[in-house]
Nanobody, 126 residues
Framework: QLQLVESGGGLVQPGGSLRLSCPAS???????IGWFRQAPGKEREGISC????????NYVDSVKGRFTISRDNAQGTVYLQMNSLKPEDTGIYYC????????????????????WGQGTQVTVSS
């Protein structure tokens, strides 16, 4: 059973930055990894994903140009660099691993992701 443990969340002022980490094992090298966010009272939504081996990335429109997902193929860690944070970015951030191997695509929907972390809280507030 793959275990994912997110880290890097915290309280930041608007306009600030945070970097989230998801240390997946090297066994997931060929599997897409997604970052999801659940704001208070809202559904969990996909905000970014990266394909196996980091060849393809996708972002939801609301974070394009501000967030960057990357993957350390040597260690198996996936990062989400979040810049220019806004209050509406507040929520619990989860990383998730697809159980399949896809190196040319990744999805921003929950269905393909079989393994989930417990989440890390991000609060953007002055």
């Amino acid at each position: 059973q793959l275990q994912l443990v997110e880290s890097g969340g915290g309280l930041v002022q608007p306009g600030g930055s945070l970097r989230l980490s998801c240390p997946a094992s090297r066994d997931t090298l060929d599997s897409p990894i997604g970052w999801f966010r659940q704001a208070p009272g809202k559904e969990r939504e996909g905000i970014s994903c990266i394909s196996g081996r980091g060849r393809v990335t996708n972002y939801v429109d609301s974070v394009k140009g501000r967030f960057t997902i990357s993957r350390d193929n040597a260690q198996g860690t996936v990062y989400l660099q979040m810049n220019s944070l806004k209050p509406e970015d507040t929520g619990i951030y989860y990383c998730a691993a697809d159980w399949r191997s896809f190196i040319n695509s990744c999805a921003l929907v929950k269905a393909p992701y079989a393994f989930w972390g417990q989440g890390t809280q991000v609060t953007v507030s002055s």
